[in-house]
């Protein structure tokens, strides 16, 4: 099972870009998907989750600016990330989390930069 990020690049302040999170391997079955980001000398931070029934997360500094979706068909995510701001610049990683037979399992995709200049 591989997760592959992809979307990120460079914006503008005010600019959108959208990411997306591929999961690869039919066996995986998959619960919940999570965005994470880092900034360069600073933690990894959720920015935002949704769960295999739809219900969606946000940390409050994204609210009302990003969108987390998926696709269950394409075991796909995405965040739309609207009215970016120089301080949404980090690597975004994606979190999926699910099952393999009975067993849980949890995989991270590779990372995507986001560079939002000012």
């Known amino acids: 099972v591989q997760l592959q990020a992809s979307g990120g690049g460079l914006a503008q302040a005010g600019e959108s870009l959208r990411l997306s999170c591929a999961s690869s391997?039919?066996?995986?079955?998959?619960?919940?998907f999570a965005w994470y980001r880092q900034a360069p000398g600073k933690q990894r931070e959720l920015v935002a989750d949704i769960s295999s029934a739809g219900t969606t997360g946000y940390a409050e500094f994204v609210k009302g600016r990003f969108a987390i979706s998926r696709d269950n068909a394409k075991n796909t995510a995405y965040l739309q990330m609207d009215r970016l701001k120089p301080e949404d610049t980090a690597v975004y990683y994606c979190?999926?989390?699910?099952?393999?037979?009975?067993?849980?399992?949890?995989?991270w995709g590779q990372g995507t930069l986001v560079t939002v200049s000012s």
């Open positions: 391997g039919s066996t995986f079955r998959i619960n919940a």
């Open positions: 979190r999926a989390d699910g099952f393999i037979g009975a067993l849980p399992y949890e995989y």
